[in-house]
């Protein structure tokens, strides 16, 4: 038994860890203390430099001695130069060095890099662009390492196709590496820049299709080069236009839509009435203050220019940079509103037109990612990407089509579920936009919608029938400005909030829903109502509900079915 080394139990191992633990939590302690105390009495020395370059090896998370550390620096570059200078700095990089070693995810160390570099007086830009490549050998998904990459190559002047090039070596090593994908979508439009800004040139995007298809025969399921698909596929930023225009003499008011939403300041800016060439004194107002911004705008015209005795000529004019719309409106002394389009192509509203080379590649995907399906049925990453690309291709046959896989989409993949749903939602209301004649009257009864969008589009609807869906709120209705006879029967629909601001409904039928005590319709009260059906809800059980209610509205002629004295 003599000359055995003897072996520690486990109990007495721990306990001589938690020992260690102790001693170096005192340590740390005390230093960090020191560091404080020295921040405090301005004592910017070389001790406090190895105070925090010790603490900062231990926990590169420690932003304030990042900070403390520059307050450092900074006061002894007013004694150092040159070489000086550029040595002490020198050994900021390497100490941010051996800290990324520790945690390569470290924002304060990443930051301090580049701090330092910028202040140094002969920054290696090729050594740093090395050190880059080393870490994203480390590490291919470290976003620090990419994002600082990034701004190495912008001060070392790197060319863009450079790093597009190695964009491509890091896809082909791994066609996971979303970091990569992501670099390229921002290097491409730089690079191959399309006739609109932020676009692609027509060859290069189809070539990008080819790419994309090879990694994903080869991993279906990775997420990655899917998200880089639908970046492919994404829509042109539109420009600022004016879509309709809706005057009305009884109200003496002007209703807008543009096809973006803009903020109070924009709309003040960008566009001015005239009538009968005379510019007015004006004020927008949104349907609902509650929105950051909006697309619909309505102002109030001014007492001095009446509008309704006489022939009256009125411009609606929209400015933004170099860009600028118009609309002519001839208000007839008969006419009681008038409601103008603008001449756009309702097609293209939610959908890029695409030319016929582009059409052809995009239906070799669709029949690649079909082709694939069969050898993954149940991967929701190629469904899902069958939907945007025949959504894009813009044929009619497709529409039902889509809506199937979507259903099928809920069932593959249940968690996201809701958002299906909610897609689902947006497509048939585009889809109705697109297809409507006018917009007096829209039907979008018995759709299976889960949510609304685009409502902006109806805002001089007159009536909106949105019975037997699915919908919980009816706050984006709020938009509905002009709208008169409104029925929401069969839903699920819990409270009446947004609905307060439809000025000009009279006519409210909300049958069938979830509302259960007054606070749910109070929102109503300020609507001009003549007709209210409440039926099916349990708020018509409340005791002396018809009492309080008529108290309410008193326009009020007609509740639930009865007309009232």
């Known amino acids: 038994m003599h000359g055995r080394l003897k072996v520690k139990t486990t109990a007495e191992q721990e306990a001589a860890k938690q020992k260690e633990r102790e001693r170096k939590l005192k340590i740390y302690k005390a230093g960090t203390k020191k560091a404080f105390e020295k921040r405090e009495a301005q004592e910017y020395d070389d001790e406090a430099l190895q105070i925090t370059s010790q603490l900062l090896c231990s926990n590169p998370d420690f932003y304030t001695l990042w900070n403390f550390r520059k307050e450092i620096i900074l006061h002894l570059s007013k004694e150092k130069v040159g070489d000086d200078l550029q040595q002490l700095l020198e050994n900021e990089l390497l100490l941010v060095e051996e800290c990324l070693r520790k945690n390569p995810k470290s924002y304060g160390a990443w930051h301090h890099r580049r701090w330092s570099l910028l202040l140094m007086p002969k920054p290696n830009w090729n050594k740093e662009i090395y050190l880059c490549n080393k870490f994203l050998e480390m590490d291919e998904r470290n976003f620090h390492g990419w994002d600082f990459r990034r701004f190495v190559c912008n001060k070392a002047e790197v060319k863009p196709s450079d790093e597009l090039n190695f964009t491509l070596k890091k896809i082909e090593a791994n066609f996971s590496n979303y970091s990569a994908w992501h670099y390229r979508s921002s290097l491409l439009p730089v690079i191959y820049k399309g006739k609109i800004k932020g676009t692609v040139k027509e060859e290069k995007l189809l070539e990008e299709y080819e790419l994309v298809q090879n990694a994903a025969f080869t991993d279906p399921s990775d997420q990655s080069v899917w998200f880089y698909h639908r970046w492919l596929l994404g829509r042109k930023q539109k420009p600022l236009q004016i879509n309709s225009v809706y005057i009305t003499k009884s109200l003496q008011r002007v209703i807008i839509q543009l096809s973006q939403p803009v903020l109070t300041e924009e709309i ?6 005239y009538v009968n060439d005379v510019i007015l004194n004006i004020k927008w107002n949104k349907p609902t203050p509650s929105t950051f911004a909006s697309s619909v705008w309505i102002c109030l015209l001014p007492t001095e220019n009446n509008v309704g005795d006489q022939n009256t000529e009125i411009d609606i004019s929209l400015t933004v940079n170099d860009y600028s719309d118009k609309i002519k409106c001839l208000l007839n002394a008969e006419e009681e509103d008038k409601l103008i389009y603008n ?26 990612c079909r082709q694939l399906q069969d050898l993954e049925p149940n991967n929701k990453w190629i469904l899902f990407t069958i939907v945007l690309l025949m959504r894009a291709l813009k044929n009619e046959q497709y529409n039902k089509l889509i809506l199937e896989c979507l259903d099928q989409l809920t069932e593959v993949d249940p968690k996201r579920k809701n958002y299906f749903y909610d897609l689902k939602s947006r497509f048939i209301i585009q889809n109705a936009i697109e297809e409507a004649e006018g917009n007096d009257e829209i039907n979008l009864s018995r759709k299976q ?7 902006d589009f109806f805002a001089t609807a007159k009536a909106v029938d949105l019975s ?17 006879n409104l029925i929401l029967d069969n839903n699920s629909i819990s409270s009446c909030f947004g609905l307060g601001n439809l000025k000009q409904l009279e006519n409210l039928s909300i049958k069938n829903n979830n509302l259960i005590n007054i606070p749910d ?11 209210l059906n409440l039926e099916g809800n349990l708020i018509t059980k409340m005791e002396n509900f018809e009492y309080v209610v008529i108290s309410m509205f008193v326009r009020l002629k007609v509740l639930d079915g009865k007309g009232l004295k």
Do not use: G
């Not at 003040?268 to 009435?273: L, S």
């Open 449 to 455: 919608l889960t949510s609304l969008h685009h409502v």
């Open 268 to 273: 003040e800016e960008f566009i001015k009435i």
């Open 343 to 368: 001449k756009i192509n309702k097609s293209n509203i939610f959908r890029d037109e695409v030319s016929a080379s582009t059409t052809s590649v995009l239906e070799q995907e669709l029949e690649s």
């Open 521 to 531: 319709i109070a929102d109503l009260v300020t609507c001009p109502l003549k007709t």
């Open 468 to 484: 037997y869906n699915l919908l919980k709120s009816v706050q984006p209705l709020c938009y509905l400005v002009c709208v008169r």
